[in-house]
């Protein structure tokens, strides 16, 4: 079988000849692309590349497959090194957006410095854009990506990463003000949350007529900010759009690499195929175990091996070690994706992907039986 | 002698109304402001820290609770001069340069400020020469430092190794927390403390002042 045959039979919770592995290693990539410290070997190298010269099968993201269009309101971007200001300029108001992007750190996605939520004043402009907003498919980058990869492994692709009440914390409040917020003024944010469903379901529909086969519908949980929101905003959803893809024949994913033992219960009512990114101790509090006791064969689980384990603080030793036991905590592996939480870090150890390859070939047949 | 309960459990529910209520009264029976916000108001967000680090609470609990202290705090705090305002210690924090990530630790830093920390928060992205000169000019007890992504976890020892290299590194307590920060890499860094959440970084300060 071939790296993506192996992922996507495992994310389909279907047998596979042996451990699949997906590896992310686009912080790293990114930062020692930005310093030029690349090791030696791999100047000039691409990112899937190195991943197939380590023998590991790839996970590259992608954003998003759609642009995001508006109409009867004009939408002006402007530089302020190293912010980008983009504001909304409509008929009710204006609100404004600062990001930076900093691949050099390793980051892949803008961070929002500044939200546009400032005021309860607000809410109007911020609903007559959600009304406004047309999504518009926009495949060819993705393909291009999914073309690269090839059988080598899964470009990850969703839901511009959040799910419509997480699209409203994080890009258009702001976790705490998202909080306060929902506290002060609960219908205002809830009407929020239904216009952004509206743009969700359409982005939904492309999803769902595209060749993504294994479509991210959220990502960045921790259970201490979304277990109380998750019952009422994000399973509902989640279970609606796992309906609606599933019926379109493609499992669905989630990037679960936050503290998540508060949410383990909650999420099997999401309908969920796959939790990606998975990050057991000592990065969280949970062990894999824990987890695939909690869930049994319910969903399938990518990850395990915590960043912190690819760097220098740990010995070869010690990531043998962990890696054989995370093996033994999975046996007989399936329904499961080796893979990293989330990502090497840009001091980790690019020799340690090849190592869990040779691990696998060594005790990753399957069932697998340590 | 006033009970005090009504007002804790307001602030354990968050209860900015209802606890400024409770303050005025309080304040009307002539209360000693000092005992309003010790046996009140930090009693309710020490609670509160310790029901979030327990499990029971998350972080919305714990925001609104420290709002509501927050703002009982500004009825207080005129009808006392700041010689009277009793004061745990003085904490220094930010995130490192870097990162700007910085939801941790602005809840840190509003439940040590609830708690009767003086907080000085300098920020995001902030390089080790700004912590050291905020050590020297400020002289906190505590020196708190965020990280979230771990590319950025390496500026937490080069901001101990400037605090060594100024000659101010037992001067003050170094504290350190974010998501990507383990017990053992605060051990390897040489920090005097680790906070896995906010709600434990109450008891982590106040046992590092000796409270």
């Not at chain 1, 990539?29 to 690349?38: E, S, V």
């Not at chain 1, 695939?292 to 689980?301: E, L, S």
């Not at chain 2, 020892?157 to 060594?164: V, Y």
Request: proline share 5%; aromatic share 10%.
């Amino acid at each position: 079988m071939s790296h993506k045959a192996r992922i996507l039979a495992a994310a389909h919770r279907q047998a596979v000849d042996k451990l699949p592995f997906g590896a992310r290693i686009d912080v790293w990539y990114n930062y020692h692309c930005a310093h030029g410290t690349l090791p030696e070997k791999y100047e000039g190298w691409n990112m899937v590349d190195i991943l197939r010269d380590q023998g590991a099968g790839v996970q590259v993201r992608h954003m998003r497959i759609w642009k995001l269009e508006y109409d009867n309101l004009e939408v002006v971007t402007r530089e302020d090194p190293p912010y980008t200001i983009t504001e909304w300029r409509t008929p009710v108001g204006a609100v404004s957006l600062k990001t930076v992007f900093r691949p050099e750190e390793g980051s892949w996605i803008v961070y929002e410095v500044d939200h546009p939520f400032k005021s309860k004043e607000d809410y109007p402009i911020i609903e007559y854009i959600f009304q406004n907003t047309r999504v518009v498919p926009d495949l060819s980058e993705y393909q291009q990506k999914e073309k690269m990869v090839g059988e080598d492994g899964i470009v990850i692709t969703g839901m511009d990463m959040y799910s419509p009440m997480q699209q409203i914390m994080r890009y258009w409040l702001g976790y705490e003000r998202f909080f306060y917020e929902l506290h002060d003024h609960p219908v205002q944010v809830g009407q929020l949350y239904e216009l952004q469903k509206e743009v969700a379901k359409k982005k939904l529909e492309i999803l769902g007529e595209s060749s993504v086969e294994i479509p991210m519908l959220c990502a960045n949980w921790s259970d201490e900010f979304h277990t109380p929101v998750f019952a009422k905003y994000f399973s509902p959803w989640l279970r609606e759009a796992s309906d609606y893809l599933h019926s379109k024949g493609k499992v669905t994913q989630v990037h679960s690499d936050g503290e998540m033992r508060r949410l383990i219960p909650l999420f099997l009512e999401t309908g969920v195929d796959v939790a990606e990114a998975w990050t057991p101790m000592p990065m969280t509090s949970v062990t894999t175990g824990e987890l695939r006791k909690a869930w049994g064969d319910k969903v399938t689980v990518w990850g395990g091996i915590p960043a912190v384990l690819f760097e220098p603080q740990y010995t070869d030793q010690e990531f043998d070690t962990y890696v054989i036991d995370l093996f033994k905590q999975i046996a007989p592996g399936y329904n499961f994706i080796i893979g990293m939480g989330d990502n090497l870090p840009f001091d980790g150890r690019i020799e340690r992907v090849g190592r869990i390859v040779e691990l696998i070939d060594k005790y990753g047949s399957m069932p697998m039986k340590l | 002698m006033i009970d005090y309960s009504a007002l804790k459990k307001a602030v354990i529910d968050g209860d900015d109304e209802r606890t400024a209520q409770l303050v005025k009264e309080a304040i009307e029976q002539h209360a000693d402001p000092a005992d309003i916000v010790t046996s009140g108001l930090q009693a309710g967000l020490v609670t509160v820290g310790e029901k979030f680090s327990s499990g029971e609470f998350f972080i919305p609990e714990m925001l609104l609770a420290a709002r509501t202290v927050t703002r009982s705090l500004d009825i207080i705090r005129p009808l006392v001069s700041d010689s009277d305002m009793i004061t745990a210690g003085k904490v220094v924090i930010g995130t490192v340069v870097g990162d700007l990530h910085d939801i941790g630790k602005n809840l840190v830093g509003m439940l040590l400020g609830g708690a009767g920390f003086d907080v000085l928060d300098l920020g995001t992205d902030v390089y080790p020469k700004r912590f050291v000169t905020a050590v020297m000019e400020h002289k906190p007890d505590i020196l708190g430092m965020s990280a979230l992504i771990t590319t950025t976890m390496p500026a937490m020892e080069a901001t101990i190794q400037a605090l060594e290299s100024a000659s101010i590194r037992r001067q003050v307590k170094v504290i350190v927390g974010g998501a990507p920060v383990t017990q053992h890499f605060a051990d390897q860094i040489g920090a005097d403390g680790y906070c896995s959440n906010g709600g434990s970084a109450i008891e982590l300060c106040n046992r590092l002042v000796g409270r």
